[in-house]
T-cell receptor
Framework: GNSVTQMEGPVTLSEEAFLTINCTYTATGYPSLFWYVQYPGEGLQLLLKATKADDKGSNKGFEATYRKETTSFHLEKGSVQVSDSAVYFCALIDFPKLVFGKGMKLTVNP | NAGVTQTPKFQVLKTGQSMTLQCAQDMNHEYMSWYRQDPGMGLRLIHYSVGAGITDQGEVPNGYNVSRSTTEDFPLRLLSAAPSQTSVYFC????????????FGPGTRLTVL
């Protein structure tokens, strides 16, 4: 079946550091891909998405590009802030469900 | 517009007790679902519904029941709680046509002793 593999961490960075969170997928066809973020004590929020190959999703300074050649959807941010501390989930659609990676906890220190 | 709401936020049960986790949305979404989140396992689908009166099983349905009598509400019932059901439970909803746009509730943290 379809699956998602992502970096699990936890990862600790200093403010203004560069962030990459790797995500690769196994799927039949080319499903829509997502990054969700979970801030402490909250539910999941959609951070960005890409619905077809070569699409780039972006939001709040985060970016990810749908790469069908490498079956990847890596999340990047050029300069992280303390407020980016959260758990990040890579996911794909496999109706009726979202298939999630295991999540990666990011802590950003001032 | 409250979005997706869940109650309670926290609950402690003893083995064998029953309870209902509530989920409501005010966006007129057709699709609603329940996930459980366990450490190191991401989120897994328990049950889902594509409209009032229609429900179906997800990946991990055993020990849980659902019903969908209205578009707004999608309660999750634990008939006889077990320690293995200790988890954080999330409800999510979306329009069927825009399934890409899932909205999640804040979660219920359940502990079964």
């Amino acid at each position: 079946g379809n699956s998602v593999t992502q970096m699990e961490g936890p990862v600790t960075l200093s403010e203004e550091a560069f962030l990459t969170i790797n995500c690769t997928y196994t799927a039949t066809g080319y499903p829509s891909l997502f990054w969700y973020v979970q801030y402490p004590g909250e539910g999941l929020q959609l951070l960005l998405k890409a619905t077809k190959a070569d699409d780039k999703g972006s939001n709040k300074g985060f970016e990810a590009t749908y790469r069908k050649e490498t079956t990847s959807f890596h999340l990047e941010k050029g300069s992280v802030q303390v407020s980016d501390s959260a758990v990040y989930f890579c996911a794909l659609i496999d109706f009726p469900k979202l298939v999630f990676g295991k999540g990666m906890k990011l802590t950003v220190n001032p | 517009n409250a979005g997706v709401t869940q109650t309670p936020k926290f609950q402690v049960l003893k083995t064998g007790q029953s309870m209902t986790l509530q989920c409501a949305q005010d966006m007129n979404h057709e699709y609603m679902s329940w996930y459980r989140q366990d450490p190191g396992m991401g989120l897994r689908l328990i049950h889902y519904s594509v409209g009032a009166g229609i429900t179906d099983q997800g990946e991990v349905p055993n020990g849980y029941n659902v019903s969908r009598s209205t578009t707004e509400d999608f309660p999750l019932r634990l008939l006889s709680a077990a320690p293995s059901q200790t988890s954080v439970y999330f409800c999510a909803s979306s329009y069927i046509a825009s399934y890409n746009e899932q909205f999640f509730g804040p979660g219920t943290r359940l502990t079964v002793l």
